[in-house]
């Protein structure tokens, strides 16, 4: 009994500390804050060069759960600001930390505490008793928190906060500098000017100081009627007022971000900070740089990631079968079908579903795919520039932006147009899928996508929201939202372009309707969001600037038309005239042969299809020979076993000659029967 009772006992535990270990991923390493334990928190507070707000929280307490989305809110919110103040958590329910918990007060969950820069390691932190813990007054409190730090113990990098008074700041107003000069004029109970000099933290090239509304010479001087407002010093000297849409704290950063030559810095410690800078302009000196605008789509950022895509990506994959084969049939099925404007990209991938879904066989080489959007058949119309051309998506230097950013923008394509056009996936085997445009993409990312962690990312987003997705219009949200999450990750890392800082999107600037704020804080108008995707990414707003357009080959010349009357007399009569048209008609011919013998060879890509490997047949069927030109100069493979079109010419001959073979068999031994019968009735008789 008492075995019992103990085997009871142990088990209760194990449950136990299974809840508790499962409340601990309350919060998790990919959410914009640091997580403490026993062993971290006095080294990370004590003599930091930052601030830190802390929350002491159970992963038990149903009120901290509860309040868990609000923190990790407040963390995106202002994790630009972490060299000045971060965001951090410890779980107290968790057996290592009980110790250290009690150690620093904590009796009731959630608690904050607040912990100024160069604590030394007997500091327990101040206490936060506040009531209004929503985001917008949490915010204000670490801007307190700041300012209530001394000249002695002020945070390294945190910026001075204090505003600027006239005499200070006029004597700015012409002079020349290597950066810009931000000054943000306000109320003095406003806390904007405060918050944009935090947000602007990790940005270099710029300077933001901030004035009061009650300063009347600077207002006088710079002509300041509204607040808040924004005047900008540039680097030339000249000044100016900036237009700001709206006066909220989301349009002063993202404006002042926007800047030319305002750059985000690299995440400290990163060893290849330097050799950025330095690399900056190479890229300039050895391509030309495309100028761009960034409220346009362009083809030539859709057509290069179709080309990476296909003969670069699709290529680690020697042969497709199974499941590789299905992801990429639907792949292309979604393109041929959606991918706006026509042309020659809609009429490759056309001809390549055709081919695809016509082929019998269940396993294909990849070289068979790649002669096809070669078009080394040489059907008219089919083309698929091979160069990468990036414009909206072009980077500062070679390793930022490029592919990734334009696969983003192909599948942001492909989900308008099917919202668009709703009924242009019946038929295919996809309408009856929900979120048919994303799972083709989910699939083929896990499938083909090189960036395998990135594949990771994406495959748990879409496991836990794609079930959930019901409408055209929902995927275009969905995708955004992941495109955006992305891009908070990856801001300030190494795959970050210093000239294209990640961050939401769209801007304030190119969609002023899509941000709002609530009690302080930025939202989303999605309704204004979805109306700007639709426009942004629908076929009306690809310009074609920049493209690749078709090589025009030379046409074939017309076969001259024989003269029948000419022909008559030549062989009737043998006259001299009869002699000469003959004559002549074969020198025309033979000029015609001379002339396309001369025609310059076409691009590698467009070479006849040789009998090179495994191959599968080409579309039509195995008879391509006529859309390669039909000078049967290359044969073109047929089944997927070997065999050209000089093989199936005499594969054709041979069934011939054993047609006339049997047949002449079969009149042998029929007349040799009838010998026989005549023979054999004549002795009867």
């Not at 142990?10 to 508790?20: D, K, M, Q």
């Not at 670490?142 to 209530?148: A, D, F, G, H, K």
């Not at 008074?165 to 003095?188: F, K, M, N, V, W």
């Given at each position: 009994?008492a075995g019992?009772l103990?085997?009871?006992a142990?088990v209760?535990l194990?449950?136990?500390?299974g809840s508790?270990g499962?409340?601990?991923?309350l919060?998790t390493e ?10 971290s ?6 003599n930091?060069?930052?601030a830190w707000?802390v929350?002491f929280?159970?992963s038990?307490c149903g ?9 990790r809110?407040l963390?995106?919110?202002v994790q630009?600001w972490?060299q000045?103040?971060?965001?951090a ?17 904590i009796?009731f969950?959630?608690?904050?505490k607040?912990?100024?820069a160069?604590?030394?390691p ?5 206490a936060?008793r ?18 209530n ?6 945070p ?9 008074s006239?005499a ?8 020349r500098?290597?950066?810009?000069t931000?000054?943000?004029?306000e ?12 947000d ?5 090239g ?7 509304s009650?300063?009347?010479?600077l207002l006088d ?6 607040f808040p407002s ?10 100016t ?8 704290r ?10 030319p ?8 410690g990163?060893?290849?900070s ?11 000196a050895?391509e030309?740089?495309?100028?761009f ?7 030539a950022?859709?057509?290069?990631a ?8 699709l290529?680690t994959h020697?042969?497709?079968e199974?499941?590789?084969l ?6 292309v099925?979604?393109v041929?079908?959606?991918?706006p404007?026509g042309?020659a990209v ?9 081919w695809l ?5 269940q396993?294909?080489p990849?070289q ?17 520039g091979a ?14 932006r ?6 983003w923008m192909?599948f942001?394509?492909?989900t ?7 009924t ?13 445009v994303l799972q ?5 990312i896990?499938t083909f996508?090189g960036c395998e962690?990135?594949?990771?990312h994406?495959?748990r987003a879409?496991?836990?929201g ?9 995927q275009?949200?969905?995708l955004?939202?992941q ?6 990750r990856?801001a300030?890392s ?6 294209f800082?990640k961050?939401p999107?769209?801007?304030p ?5 899509c ?5 302080g804080?930025h939202v989303?108008?999605?309704?204004n969001?979805l109306a700007?995707l ?9 310009s074609?600037?920049?493209s690749i357009t078709?090589?025009?080959h030379?046409a074939?010349?017309?076969q ?10 030549g062989?009737?009569?043998g006259?001299a005239?009869g ?5 002549g008609?074969k020198?025309?011919e033979?000029g ?7 025609q310059?060879?076409p691009?590698?890509g ?7 490997g495994?191959?599968v ?9 006529s ?12 089944l ?11 594969c ?7 047609c006339?073979?049997?047949m ?5 031994f029929k007349?040799r ?7 054999y ?5």
């Amino acid at each position: 009994m008492a075995g019992l009772l103990c085997f009871k006992a142990a088990v209760f535990l194990w449950f136990l500390r299974g809840s508790v270990g499962t409340g601990a991923r309350l919060y998790t390493e990919e959410d914009p804050l640091v997580i403490l334990n026993s062993s971290s928190l006095k080294p990370a507070v004590s003599n930091s060069s930052s601030a830190w707000l802390v929350q002491f929280f159970s992963s038990w307490c149903g009120h901290c759960i509860q309040y868990s989305g609000t923190w990790r809110a407040l963390a995106q919110d202002v994790q630009d600001w972490k060299q000045a103040i971060s965001i951090a958590v410890l779980d107290c329910a968790q057996e290592e930390n009980f110790d250290i918990c009690k150690e620093f007060g904590i009796k009731f969950y959630p608690s904050f505490k607040y912990f100024r820069a160069h604590s030394p390691p007997t500091e327990r932190g101040t206490a936060y008793r506040g009531a209004d813990r929503e985001i917008q007054a949490v915010r204000q409190l670490m801007v307190n928190i700041l300012q209530n730090h001394t000249k002695l113990d002020w945070p390294e990098l945190c910026p001075p906060l204090e505003p600027h008074s006239s005499a200070q700041l006029l004597p700015l107003l012409g002079q020349r500098s290597d950066h810009y000069t931000a000054i943000i004029i306000e109320e003095p109970d406003s806390y904007i000017g405060r918050e944009v000099i935090l947000d602007l933290l990790q940005f270099s090239g710029l300077q933001v100081l901030r004035a009061l509304s009650s300063d009347l010479p600077l207002l006088d001087t710079l002509r300041i009627t509204t607040f808040p407002s924004a005047y900008l010093l540039l680097p030339n000297g000249t000044h100016t007022h900036m237009h700001i849409q709206k006066p909220l704290r989301t349009f002063f950063s993202s404006s002042l971000r926007t800047l030319p030559g305002v750059r985000r810095r690299l995440q400290p410690g990163s060893s290849s900070s330097s050799s950025q800078m330095e690399a900056l302009p190479e890229k300039h000196a050895t391509e030309p740089w495309r100028h761009f605008d960034s409220s346009s789509v362009y083809a030539a950022d859709l057509e290069s990631a179709l080309h990476y895509l296909l003969r670069v990506e699709l290529a680690t994959h020697n042969t497709l079968e199974g499941e590789e084969l299905k992801t990429f049939k639907d792949f292309v099925t979604v393109v041929a079908k959606l991918y706006p404007g026509g042309g020659a990209v809609v009429k490759l991938m056309e001809t390549l579903s055709d081919w695809l879904l016509s082929l019998p066989l269940q396993r294909i080489p990849y070289q068979a795919v790649l002669d096809l959007v070669d078009n080394k058949m040489r059907i008219s119309g089919v083309f698929l520039g091979a160069e990468l051309r990036w414009v909206g998506c072009q980077g500062s230097r070679a390793g930022l932006r490029g592919y990734p950013c334009s696969l983003w923008m192909l599948f942001h394509v492909l989900t308008v147009q099917y919202d668009a056009t709703p009924t242009a996936l019946d038929n295919t085997g996809l309408e009856s899928e929900a979120a048919a445009v994303l799972q083709v993409m989910r699939r083929y990312i896990r499938t083909f996508f090189g960036c395998e962690q990135c594949g990771r990312h994406f495959e748990r987003a879409a496991a836990a929201g794609l079930q959930h997705i019901s409408s055209s219009s929902e995927q275009i949200l969905w995708l955004w939202t992941q495109h955006n999450a992305v891009n908070r990750r990856l801001a300030g890392s190494l795959s970050d372009d210093p000239l294209f800082p990640k961050a939401p999107w769209p801007g304030p600037a190119l969609c002023p309707a899509c941000h709002e704020e609530k009690d302080g804080v930025h939202v989303w108008n999605q309704q204004n969001v979805l109306a700007f995707l639709r426009k942004h990414y629908g076929a009306a707003n690809i310009s074609p600037k920049y493209s690749i357009t078709p090589p025009r080959h030379p046409a074939p010349p017309p076969q001259p038309e024989p003269s029948w009357p000419q022909k008559e007399a030549g062989s009737q009569g043998g006259g001299a005239k009869g002699a000469e048209g003959t004559k002549g008609a074969k020198e025309k011919e033979g000029g015609h042969r001379k002339e396309a013998e001369e025609q310059p060879e076409p691009h590698a890509g467009l070479q006849g299809v040789r009998g090179e490997g495994e191959e599968v047949p080409g579309p039509g069927g195995g008879g391509a020979g006529s859309g390669a030109g039909g000078d049967g100069r290359g044969g073109v493979w047929i089944l997927g076993v070997g065999f050209n079109s000089v093989d199936m010419s005499l594969c054709v001959v041979l069934y011939v000659c054993s047609c006339l073979f049997i047949m002449l068999l079969f009149f042998f031994f029929k007349v040799r029967s009838r010998r026989w019968k005549l023979r054999y009735s004549r002795l009867h008789v």
